[in-house]
């Protein structure tokens, strides 16, 4: 390709929105421009990479025995209304009607179309397993879209969906893809962790994320300081604390706190640590508010929250009017003494003793509170988050302590089960000659997103350094004075072919611009290796080499210049 006859868009100056690096090379370097919030159209230079994202990902996924396929974007609502995520989906799905006022919706995952598809098309144990995938684009309505494509409203999707005779199948054909996806984030040049996402009664093998771990990602991993071990945090035990509960060594004592409304303040107030202190938060429960407690300097998980019987499940606080007909006070007063609604106390709170509460009255709290003698009738549970440097405690034991990252998550492995074959009826016959819904498992990557998380991790202050496997060319080719050296002319021409006919995806940039230029949109667009060929080094017969990732120039042979850089493949990232 020559840069004069491509587009080449790159700017000089990001958008303001864009907050983080990999959003503002994305349009710096020309890969992408913005249509509507959330919603991009890709360049040729972004759908080059974008491309190169998905070969792997679909050579990997044939690899593995999946069967590609391609569903529609827009979806009945029959179909939806089968699986009763019509109601439950909200606002992320974008619904329309068609001239004749039939509700479809933009298709956000195809959980319900893949299905429909299974049940009438497999009727026996002998056509399974089955993993039938696709590439394609999907549409939530996100609440808040942002930092570009890492969480667009159009993004590009594979999603696959396994079909197993019964739970041993749909485990093997989960750990079929969870090796997939391994092979894929190598290939792809990204440093993953699978982390496990999900306590629920399966066991921790029932669902993992693939995060690549980056500052600006949106979710809170926690990694071990001993081995791979990684969880997101909302999942991670705690451990419990050590130790008895000290006997009450004061008196309940109100003191004045007025104008306190956070941790913060009252320790202030009364000079004590948030560590002697305690937090209750009033939540909607399904018999009417409960009470929450958890230690001043611990944070609540809703995860864990959910997870209760007594409180409903998305976690909600309570508005202030229920805070007040349940405790007479506002959010900041509440504490546990005399309440009279269910109490549930994290079981690090539970071994307090001696400390400081909300007194259930404006601008008062309690000092030297003690369970049992002050408060009784509460039950105790895990409610709160693991925190830097505690155990690392999963069901296989410890792993050292908790590191506390930021993940974005690029993929994700699910057992489904029988949900959606049992809405939907798909079911098979079993060697037995018995019907049984069949057992599915559904693995998404989010292709799009993957182009911004490995910019994410791979950049420097220049520009892009893309691994090579998804760059958008190999190499480039930087000609000095061409317009007024033949010489040069020709032997970036020829260079230019002999790349070519090697295999290589070479971009020659002929724009007749001031080096400089040329050198830092290259850098900018990351190309891996680049060829700078002027009239100096020609008289010796040499060019100059320079890798994306190095800082020095190389003086390469011109006859030997095509083996040099098939040596160099792989050497960046
Ligand atoms: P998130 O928690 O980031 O919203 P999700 O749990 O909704 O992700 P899945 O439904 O599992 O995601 O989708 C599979 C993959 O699609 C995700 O792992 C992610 O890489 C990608 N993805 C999800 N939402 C978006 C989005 N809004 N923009 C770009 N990629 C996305
Ligand atoms: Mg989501």
Same mark, same amino acid.
């Given at each position: 390709?020559? !840069? ?18 990999? /959003? ?50 827009? /979806? ?28 479809? #919706?933009?298709?956000?995952? /195809? ?57 041993? %199948? ?29 306590? %629920? ?75 002697? !202190? ?22 609540? +998980? ?29 959010? %900041? ?33 309690? $000092? ?18 693991? !925190?830097?440097? &505690? ?50 498992? #559904?693995? %998404? ?47 970036? &021409? ?7 006919? +090697? ?25 891996? /290796? ?29 006859? $030997? ?9 792989? $050497?960046?990232?």
């Amino acid at each position: 390709m020559r !840069t004069s006859r491509y587009l080449l868009a790159t700017v000089k100056e990001a958008p303001n929105d864009a907050e983080i690096l990999s /959003h503002q090379l994305m349009i710096r370097a020309g890969l992408i421009r913005r249509v509507a919030a959330g919603i991009y159209s890709w360049l040729p230079l972004g759908f080059r990479v974008l491309k190169k994202v998905e070969n792997i990902v679909r050579d990997e996924m044939d690899t593995s025995g999946a069967q590609e396929i391609l569903m529609p974007g827009v /979806h009945p609502a029959e179909l939806w209304r089968e699986s009763g995520r019509w109601e439950k989906y909200g606002p992320e799905l974008l619904r329309l009607n068609d001239r004749h006022g039939r509700e479809f #919706c933009l298709g956000p995952t /195809h959980e319900e179309v893949v299905t429909d598809i299974v049940r009438s098309e497999v009727q026996s144990y002998r056509q399974l397993p089955a993993n039938l995938y696709q590439i394609q684009w999907k549409f939530r309505d996100e609440i808040r879209p942002r930092f570009g494509v890492m969480r667009g409203r159009e993004f590009l999707m594979k999603d696959a969906y396994s079909f197993d005779i019964d739970a041993e %199948g749909m485990a093997e054909s989960y750990r079929v893809m969870y090796e997939a996806y391994e092979r894929i984030f190598t290939r792809l040049g990204l440093e993953t962790r699978a982390v496990a996402a999900d306590s %629920g009664a399966i066991g921790g093998d029932h669902s993992h994320e693939f995060h690549v771990l980056a500052d600006s990602g949106e979710d809170a991993i926690a990694v071990s300081t001993t081995d791979n071990t990684a969880a997101n945090i909302e999942v991670v035990q705690v451990p419990s604390p050590d130790g008895e509960r000290p006997a009450p060594g004061v008196d309940m004592a109100s003191v004045d706190t007025p104008g306190v409304h956070t941790i913060n303040d009252l320790c202030k107030a009364l000079n004590v640590e948030p560590d002697r !202190t305690i937090k209750t938060l009033i939540v909607r429960g399904v018999d009417g508010p409960v009470a929450l407690v958890i230690r001043g300097d611990h944070e609540l +998980n809703a995860v864990k929250a959910e997870h209760l019987e007594q409180v409903i499940k998305p976690l909600e606080f309570a508005s202030a009017e229920e805070v007040k007909a349940a405790s007479g006070t506002d959010p %900041g007063s509440v504490g546990p003494v005399g309440l009279k609604i269910p109490v549930i106390v994290d079981a690090w709170a539970s071994v307090m003793s001696d400390f400081v509460a909300g007194a259930n009255e404006a601008n008062k709290h309690l $000092t030297g509170v003690n369970w049992e003698r002050d408060v009784s009738g509460h039950t105790v549970a895990d409610l709160r988050m693991i !925190t830097e440097g &505690e155990p690392f405690v999963t069901s296989s034991g410890t792993h050292g302590n908790v590191e506390l990252r930021r993940g974005i998550e690029v993929g994700h492995v699910f057992q489904l089960g029988l949900t959606y074959s049992k809405a939907l009826n798909a079911e098979v016959l079993t060697d037995k000659g018995k019907t049984t819904p069949v057992y599915m498992g #559904c693995y %998404g990557i989010g292709v799009s997103r993957i182009v911004a998380a490995s910019i994410e991790q791979n950049h420097d202050e220049n520009g892009i350094v893309w691994p090579e496997a998804i760059a958008p060319f190999d190499v480039c080719i930087v000609p000095i004075g061409m317009k007024k050296s033949e010489a040069v002319r020709a032997a970036c &021409e020829k260079l230019y072919e002999d790349l070519k006919a +090697n295999g290589f995806d070479v971009l020659f940039d002929d724009r007749d611009e001031r080096p400089g230029v040329m050198f830092s949109d290259m850098e900018l667009i990351g190309v891996p /290796h680049r060829v700078v060929i002027g009239d100096r080094g020609l008289k010796e017969n040499r060019y100059e080499y320079r890798g994306r990732n190095k800082s020095e120039n190389e003086d390469v042979d011109a006859d $030997t210049i095509i083996d040099f850089l098939k040596s160099r493949r792989g $050497t960046i990232l």
